[in-house]
């Protein structure tokens, strides 16, 4: 079960077995602090050593570096493809959560091109691990289209707000936008750019969406 909109970035929502009230089905208590912690050390040594190692890493291993047992971990990810969906799920709430915190800014164009940047560096620093995933046969749009969608909306609202402001030319899409932003990545990752080379090529990016007379 994954978070709503409005949870925090990076946090995930799970319910497990041991953590439904006796009294109905329907009805849960939030985990306990250690039961969070642990979820979050899980979810990020799983990130770094499959991103480095591949998605064969055994489990043990990542129970290992996350410094729980094993059965905790199966508590929380009862399988493999569960963290793998997990991970993803995560940083898709990390974006959704910088997309919408940005939604009511005063200045939309700063808001968008903001959120273009950090956008550009989560995405930069996790391409190994989605690319393994996607090696792997793991179908991250179709796991997680729900929330790939909404996200997408938060996106839009934010494109559309910078364009009713003059910030952003008219015409421009968010699949176009944001694939500009991933080519970016893409390149940058093949090239081994680091981190202020990507925030220039960001930021012609950028350039290349504000209207003409802007720039």
């Not at 493809?81 to 200045?107: C, H, Q, S, Y």
């Not at 944001?178 to 350039?207: E, F, K, N, P």
């Amino acid at each position: 079960m994954t978070a709503k909109a409005g949870t925090a970035p990076g946090k995930i929502l799970e319910v497990t077995a041991d953590e439904i009230v006796d009294a109905s089905p329907c009805e849960s208590r939030p985990m306990r602090a250690d039961a969070v912690k642990n979820r979050q050390r899980i979810l990020e040594a799983a990130e770094s050593i499959f991103a480095t190692e591949g998605l064969s890493v055994p489990i043990d291993t990542v129970a290992e570096r996350a410094g729980v047992g094993v059965g905790t971990l199966y508590r929380h990810f009862p399988t493999k493809e569960a963290l793998f969906e997990a991970i993803v799920t995560a940083r898709l709430e990390f974006l959704l959560g910088m997309a919408d915190a940005r939604a009511d800014a005063e200045d939309p164009g700063e808001a968008l091109f903001s959120f273009l940047g950090e956008f550009a560096q989560q995405a930069s620093a996790k391409h190994d691990l989605f690319d393994a995933m996607s090696s792997a046969g793991i179908d991250i749009k179709s796991s997680c289209a729900g929330m790939i969608d909404e996200m997408k909306r938060s996106i839009d609202n934010l494109l559309q707000r910078a364009v009713e402001a003059g910030s952003v030319r008219s015409g421009v899409s968010t699949d176009e936008m944001i694939g500009l932003v991933v080519g970016v990545c893409q390149a940058g990752g093949h090239s081994g750019y680091d981190d202020a080379a990507l925030d220039r090529m960001v930021q012609i990016v950028c350039d290349g969406l504000r209207p003409p007379m802007t720039r």
